[in-house]
């Protein structure tokens, strides 16, 4: 567990994309944290979504919002410039991405952002100990289904992995993502997530305020808080 600030962040895969800075802002008036921004290229993933283009009009829409972005792609080092000059305020890049994770995290780092590193169910902790050791990124993100699709049911192996992280680097945010909702998150502070990212459960919920405040509630009950 942390004793961190557990922070609640919708993942707008699951907004209305003919209504998306309605949607987005409608959930941080329901008491979000930030939006989970999710990128993908068809090719780390099989499904594509957004650019740059929509965070910096979303960014134009929400300018005090948090924005939290999730890159699924093969050339983190070549998108990652291009969402912080859109507007980003993290970057979280796959430590399975097929090129130089370091040099990106660097990238982001150096740009003022703050930077993770995310792991799919398959991907052990020890590929990011040596990020970790060497202070390069501020957050670990644990995948809790196989990135490319909201609407997955929630993979148990992210929460021993939670645990390693949350006992090796104290220090670290540590946040999860895929099919996040109110009992799975709790199970995930617990064992030591601090940032919960949950699309489909939030976006659905008919009183998303309520959803927030429940799931929030609830992972501070797991935190002992
Ligand atoms: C999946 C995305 C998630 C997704 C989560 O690859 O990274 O952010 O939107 O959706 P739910 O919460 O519906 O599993
Ligand atoms: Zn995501």
Redesign the pocket.
Known sequence: MSTKTIQVLP?I??ARMGHLAADCGRAMEAGADGL?F?VMDGHF?ANLTLGPDVLKALREELPKAYLHV?L?VDRPDFYAPRFIEAGADAVLVHAESPCNVASALETIRSAGKKCGAVICPETPVDAVAGLADAKLIDEVLVMT?H??????AFLESGLPKLQELRRRWPWLDLSV????NTQTGARCAAAGANIL?????LFKADDMGKAIGEMRRAAEVACGG
């Open positions: 993942s895969l699951s989970h999710d993933v999730h699924m289904v990135p490319g699709f909201g609407g997955q993502d895929g099919g996040v990212g949950a699309g489909s459960f």
